[in-house]
Structure formats: structure tokens, C-alpha cells
């Protein structure tokens, strides 16, 4: 049964959440509520480089395969790309694209053909073929689909690249609008981002969902793991780590890090590193180099490179705090990780689950600008010890609580039941 076209949601989005589909039960629909479900995820790619949605793909599938669902990933990367190979989950690899969207004419066919086999189909992310692709074949059928749009509709982008948004709202109306409007809900992972996505595009349209979301946190004991950094980067045994992990990107304000760094931390007695463990090589990460030596605490400040599995793991477990001055993080999967593993995090209000860390007292939240983060790294490092362990000690509980991918699978799972029940 075809979902008719809903009215456009403005503020009112941010009181939307699960409860707004409780309620809706028939005996006609497509699957009974206590029936396992078999899943298909469109992603542009499934590189663990490109950031946090295929980590949350890979966590929220290890819970519900647990479960009895069965779950696949049809991405744009090309079939031989080593991180194909490397998916732990059922990988349809129907790329390469075509240009910067990555359009895919196979990824549409794929999907026309093989979408009897699934219950419902995820899509994650738009801006790419993945999401128009997925539409084009999906659109006029009874199969229904969900989307994630893992912050993409932060207007922190619409100020920060103008041009760009420019050249967004010439195909808005003609793509991803008919994305979200058509589908059954279009998934948010806070409620934060789902107050803040109308504000980018005038004509918007869909049937908004905040749902849980997370991770099931470290799959290795935290000695070992721990134990395994330390044979890789030796220098760092002796140190009290401050820790960025994720993408170098310009979003993330690794540019505030370092001189708030060379500010509070550099000039105390204990041994402060700065840790940024992430993907090398871009003309960001270059510059920020660039700016470490200039700012003179190349000595402080260590790069790992992209770390995965134990060695990820183990930054976390060695680490005595993670940082995050983020212009726009719709979630902040590495947020939850540090939290997993008991570890406290400094983060910006524009991590879109800074009221939660607050409120749970796992952390210090300030502004996203030099001052805010210059009084995150200060208010930490000048914090009295008994202080510091009772934010340690809040960690792992707001972990448990809020973002452990148990409860972010089965927020999935009932949401989708509920909306095709409907």
C-alpha cells in the first residue's frame, strides 16, 4: 500500500519521534510484527574512511542479524575495491559512478530487479546517485523505503559553502526532494537534526522519525587493544592524551584543536600529546600540519593515520579524553565510541547530541569557535582530579543508556514495522 504525500513539516519536526506511529495496527499488512525482516542499505560507499554511516550500518546489522533479521549493503564502489572485499556484511557493489554524483544506471536495474527480496530498503545519505538511484527504482512500487540523512541537511553547509547551495537548490526540487517526500519516513538520529533540517531548502516535504542510534562499542578486551597501540606507537606510553578521531575535514575544527592546544596545553608541566588519528594525504590534513609547526607544538601533537579495529580501539582505551570541536555533527558516531569505552569527551554544540552528554554529566560542551574550544581544553586540563574521574565514572552509563546499538537496532526495526503496518 503507497503512502500518499504528506504535508511539509516545519518546527513541529522537533517533537516528532517513535510515538508518533504507536498506535497503528492492521491484520492486512505486509509482515507480522514478530516476524524477521530482511534489509537492503543503499550507501554511496561502504570505505570506512568516508566517516560514520557505514560503521553504524555495520553495528546496527551485527544486532539485528543476532536477531534473526538478515541485512545487505548495495553501494556505488566499484566491484574490485579492496573495501568491498573487506564489508562483513552481503555487498552489492554497483558502482563505479558516473562524475562527483557517481551516477549508476546498474544501481537502479539492481535494485528494480532484486527488490521483491526485501522487506524495506534504507537509504543512507543523499547528494549522490545512491538516494536518486534508489528513488527511480522504488518510486510507483509497494516496496517501502527509509532514509537516513546522516546530517546532510545541516544548514551549516547552505552558510558555509553559498555556492554550493546554489547549485543544491537548482536539483533540490527535481531530486532528493522527491527522495524524502516518497518515503515511508526519513530517519533522524536526534533531535537536534531534525529541527535543523527545514531550515536549508524552502520546499520540503516528508514524514520525519528521531529514532535511537549508536554502537554496540568495542568488540576487544580494553588491554589488549590498549596494549596493541602501545606496540605500535611507543612514544605515546608515557603520555596524557587528548584525542581526535575521525575525518580531517574543515567541518570538524581540528584548526581550533591545535591553537587551543598551543594555548592551554602545551605550556603544563604534565606530558599533554594531542592524538588526531584520521585518513592523511588531503590538503586539509596537509595544512593542519602545516599550521601545527607554525603554531610551534609539532612535538606535542602526534598523527596516527586512519585507525581501525584494535588499534581504533586502543587510541580510545589510552586516551584520557576525546575531543570534538565540530562545526556540524548530526550524531558523532566516534562520540558514542568514546563514551563506550568509559572515556569523557569535550565537544561542540553543534554535535547535535550535546544536550544528551550534558544532561548525563559524561563531558563539557562549549561554543564552536576559538574562544569555546580554547574553554573546553582549559576547563579540562585546570579541572581538579576528583572532578575529572566523576566525568569518567558517567561515561560508560550515558553510553548505556542513550546510544548502545541495541537500542538503536531495535529503534529500527520497530520503526519500520510501525510505518509499514500503517
Known sequence: MLRKKGKPCRL???FCSQSSLKGVTSVTKLK?????????????????????????????????????????VACLDAPADPWVTACQLPCHALGPGFSSYRWSFRLTRWISVNRHRFDAIIINGIWHYNSFGAWRALRNTDTPYFVYTHGMLDPWFKYRFPLKHIKKCFVWRWTDFRVLRDARAVLFTSKEECRLAPQSFKKFECQPVVINYGTAGSPFQGDICQKQFLERFPKLGETCNLLFLGRLHEKKGV???????????????????????GPEGSEYADEMK??????GISHRVFWTGMLSDALKWGAFYHAQVFVLPSH???????????????????????????REIQEEGAGLVEEDDQPGTTRLLKSWVEMPSRQRDAIRMAARPCFERRFHAEKAASSLIQTIRQCMSS
Not at 568516508?50 to 544486532?63: M, R
Not at 584543536?257 to 599533554?272: G, M, N, Q, T, Y
Not at 602545516?290 to 603554531?295: G, P, R
Open 290 to 295: 602545516k599550521l601545527a609547526i607554525q603554531l
Open 328 to 354: 556540524q555533527e548530526n550524531f558523532g558516531m566516534a562520540v558514542a565510541e568514546a563514551l563506550s569505552c568509559g572515556l569523557p569527551v569535550l565537544i561542540s554544540k553543534k554535535v547535535n547530541i550535546w
Open 32 to 72: 507480522k510484527m514478530g516476524e524477521c525482516l530482511k534489509l537492503l542499505h543503499v550507501i554511496g560507499s561502504v570505505n570506512p574512511a568516508g566517516g560514520g554511516p557505514i560503521e553504524a550500518i555495520i553495528q546496527l546489522a551485527s544486532v539485528n542479524k543476532s536477531h534473526g533479521h538478515c541485512v545487505e
Open 255 to 277: 584548526d581550533l584543536l591545535l591553537r587551543a592546544f598551543a594555548e592551554v596545553c602545551a605550556s603544563k608541566i604534565e606530558p599533554w600529546r594531542l592524538v588526531i588519528a
Open 12 to 14: 513541529k519536526w522537533f
